[in-house]
């Protein structure tokens, strides 16, 4: 299962972006899809994510501002980012785990979007 993120760039503090992420391949189900950022010289760390029914999870320090939705019928990820501040600055990845078309579990990682909060 392979995963294409789009949408990083840069953008001003207090601006806005939109990231998506579509997963591809042999898929069965998609049990959870979700983002994770890294910084420079820091771990990564989850962002967000939702599973199938739409329950969400996020991180403290993006509550309120950031918004994580999918697209179950094109096994579709977003993430709307509101007031965002230079912290957010940071190498954004999706990640989707569930079960391909064998029945076999799967847990994989798109390739990152850089997403850069400066004036």
């Known amino acids: 299962v392979q995963l294409q993120a789009s949408g990083g760039g840069l953008v001003q503090p207090g601006g806005s972006l939109r990231l998506s992420c579509a997963a591809s391949?042999?898929?069965?189900?998609?049990?959870?899809m979700g983002w994770y950022r890294q910084a420079p010289g820091k771990q990564r760390e989850l962002v967000a994510d939702i599973d199938s029914d739409g329950t969400t999870n996020y991180a403290d320090a993006v509550k309120g501002r950031f918004t994580i939705s999918r697209d179950n019928a094109k096994n579709t990820v977003y993430l709307q980012m509101n007031s965002l501040k230079p912290e957010d600055t940071a190498v954004y990845y999706c990640?989707?785990?569930?079960?391909?078309?064998?029945?076999?579990?799967?847990?994989?990682w798109g390739q990152g979007t850089q997403v850069t909060v400066s004036s």
């Open positions: 391949g042999s898929i069965f189900s998609i049990n959870v």
């Open positions: 990640n989707a785990r569930g079960r391909n078309s064998a029945y076999a579990a799967f847990a994989s």
